[in-house]
């Protein structure tokens, strides 16, 4: 049975969840690892575990982005994670 | 059965509707990638079945100084360039070495050399007569695709990812009772249904772990720019020598030539002493010849997936330089993330048997990509779409199926033109190439043909038994090794031919004796007169009026 249409958002939100999902994601996942890389003594080991946790982080956030109803704020939780890793990589 | 705590109806609705559009986005790409990476699962025992010059015993001594110096001698190789020697294999008995030769005064040249230990032939190996295994390998990641292929199938392992965390929450509330649900009986739909969350259910942990590890592969530098321009200066080596420690050795290019130095043999004989249960894969050669020679051993099991090291050594004294080498009885994690990567994704940790088991769920994933199609284009085949939409539906599953179902014929087509042309044309790698594209591209078109998807999948696998029962043949014939002599002798190369007799029989069984096909007075879908006047609003009850293209078997 197809999704029922009534759960689903409208184009224009389907379009932003989409770029969120893809890049947002991505860069949250990015600027999370890397900053916890930077804030930890020997980054090696963080980088390394980001070649494969890296994908895990980032279809999580997909998903959230999915999960939540409204894109903005599937947006700004994106933006919270990223300036937190942004913070992370230029502080330490 | 126990049930577990499911989604919401909003969260339920989102997941099914996101889950339904990134499975239809990658499935053929994804299925492409499924099926060629489960022949690739055997490349190298596929090398030695399509080349004749591979079939020799393995040579159990070999004169290392002595082979090197006979290849410097014919192709002038520059030991200032990194020069790696990799190993022969039971499978491939023949030494490669990847050099540098100096082409001007100036500039060097990279050079692929064939080194065979027995009789000594070098050839270059730049352009290889035959190149099946590579071919079906290269296809698994679409490197035949220009730049982007490789990016492109690890953005398919990532959605497959995302498809695949999306699938287990829909099936989340009653996955116990998924587990168990082999059910063949009843509508369609719901045998497709079983079908897909019965595999899906089963093959979740080989799917996760080849979602991730294909994204790896075909998304690393999405991993590591960022990482390197922000935490290494853009250097990217100085982040790789941490892995690879060897990666970091400097060497003198005006450095003296060696006097009294070990010969590769007595420092090979050293790593054999100290890790006796390993065998060497390939040494990477560092100013070979000069004082400041450096050689790193990269030793490996076959069945343990902790054993992959790097030993490097001064070929002035054999001492071992332990910040160059990753020993694997110390190794750190940050060695070993990368080995236990590869390893785990090409099944090279426990033995042929584990590759076999991989090779079958590889082969179930892409039962349940059909699966998913099918279910996708079953849900939608009644009368809540409008004519066109469901001749899109069926459209597209047309194209899909084709795609898909025609890669085993295709494939058998690779193998069989590999023996039919002789080994000793010219340039005969590119014509098999050619065939096997063309022929999977026309194998297509006609599939687009079949109206009905058992029509299709008849026909396929009709072409694909008759080329697959030729294959042993075409071997026989072509390089004398029937497969039961053979046997004996080279067991991979009668396993590849029993192989395609035994998918050729039981595709010709199938055909004959099992699968049936409709008359084609059968129209899948309904024609524009036949449509409904009146739309079913969505949110009634379904009148479910399967019009299906197929027939139940029996």
């Known amino acids: ?92 | 059965m126990k049930k577990l705590k499911g989604l919401g109806k909003r969260a339920y609705n989102v997941m099914f509707h996101t889950h339904t559009v990134a499975g239809i986005v990658i499935s053929f790409a994804l299925f492409v990638i499924f099926f060629a990476g489960a022949f690739a699962m055997f490349r190298h025992e596929t090398k030695q079945w399509e080349d004749p010059d591979l079939r020799q015993p393995l040579a159990q001594e070999s004169d290392l100084d002595a082979l090197l110096s006979q290849a410097d001698e014919e192709f002038q190789l520059n030991f200032g360039q990194i020069t790696n020697l990799n190993f022969p294999t039971e499978i491939n008995p023949a030494f490669t070495i990847y050099g540098a030769t100096n082409d001007s005064d100036t500039t060097t040249a990279r050079v692929a050399l064939r080194v065979n230990p027995v009789d000594g032939r070098i050839e270059d190996w730049e352009d290889p007569k035959t190149t099946v295994a590579d071919t079906i390998y290269f296809l698994h990641y679409f490197r035949q695709i220009p730049v982007i292929g490789l990016y492109l199938s690890g953005f398919v392992g990532l959605f497959f990812l995302f498809s695949v965390i999306t699938g287990l929450l829909i099936h989340w509330k009653n996955l116990f009772t998924k587990f168990y649900a082999f059910v063949k009986e009843g509508k369609w739909k719901v045998i497709w249904t079983n079908a897909h969350t019965v595999l899906g259910v089963i093959g979740l942990p080989f799917q996760v772990m080849y979602a991730v590890t294909g994204a790896f592969f075909g998304l690393l530098a999405l991993v590591l720019l960022p990482s390197v321009i922000l935490l290494y200066e853009g250097d990217s080596t100085k982040l790789f020598a941490k892995v690879q420690p060897q990666q970091a050795i400097e060497v003198d290019e005006n450095a003296p030539p060696a006097v009294n130095h070990l010969s590769l043999n007595e420092l090979e004989a050293q790593i054999h002493e100290r890790y006796p249960d390993h065998h060497i894969s390939r040494v990477q050669l560092r100013n070979y010849g000069k004082a400041d020679g450096v050689v790193s051993w990269q030793i490996d099991h076959e069945n343990s997936i902790t054993a992959p090291g790097t030993i490097s050594m001064q070929t002035k004294d054999g001492a071992i330089l332990p910040e160059y080498s990753v020993l694997p009885e110390t190794k750190t994690y940050s060695n070993a993330v990368t080995d236990y990567i590869f390893k785990l994704h090409f099944g090279t940790f426990g033995g042929a048997g584990l590759r076999f088991l991989y090779f079958i769920l590889a082969l179930l994933t892409c039962f349940m990509i059909i699966t998913g199609v099918l279910i996708w284009r079953t849900a939608r085949d009644n009368n809540r779409y409008t004519y066109l939409q469901r001749l899109f539906h069926h459209r597209v599953t047309k194209w899909y199926l084709a795609i898909c179902l025609s890669m085993l014929p295709a494939f058998a087509l690779l193998f069989l033109t590999n023996k039919v042309i002789p080994m000793e044309w010219d340039g005969r790698a590119a014509v098999v190439n050619r065939v096997f594209f063309l022929g999977w591209l026309g194998l297509t078109l006609i599939g687009l043909r079949w109206d009905k998807y058992s029509q299709q999948n008849r026909n396929y696998l009709l072409i694909a038994g008759v080329l697959g029962m030729l294959i042993p043949f075409a071997n026989g014939l072509a390089t004398g090794d029937w497969f039961w002599v053979s046997i004996n002798s080279y067991p991979w190369v009668a396993a590849i031919d029993i192989f395609w007799l035994l998918v050729g029989g039981l595709s010709l069984y199938l055909v004959f004796f099992v699968l049936k096909v409709k008359p084609t007075s059968d129209k899948p879908i309904p024609t524009l007169e036949e449509e409904p006047t009146e739309r079913k609003v969505f949110e009634e009850p379904a009148v479910e009026k399967p019009i299906t293209a197929l027939v139940k078997p029996g």
């Not at chain 1, 029922?4 to 409208?10: A, D, H, P, Q, V």
């Not at chain 1, 980088?47 to 939540?68: D, H, N, R």
Request: proline share 3%; hydrophobic share 60%.
């Open chain 1, 1 to 92: 049975m197809p999704a029922n249409t009534k759960y689903l958002s409208s184009i224009g939100a389907q379009i932003s969840k989409l770029i969120a999902a893809i890049f947002g994601g991505y860069l949250a996942s990015a600027a999370l690892h890397i900053g916890i890389a930077k804030a930890v003594p020997n980054d090696t080991p963080v980088l390394l575990t980001a070649t494969y946790s890296m994908f895990l982080v980032w279809c999580g956030l997909m998903v959230m982005v999915y999960l939540i109803r409204k894109a903005w704020v599937s947006w700004a939780i994106l933006l919270l994670i990223t300036l937190f890793g942004g913070y992370l990589i230029f502080s330490f």
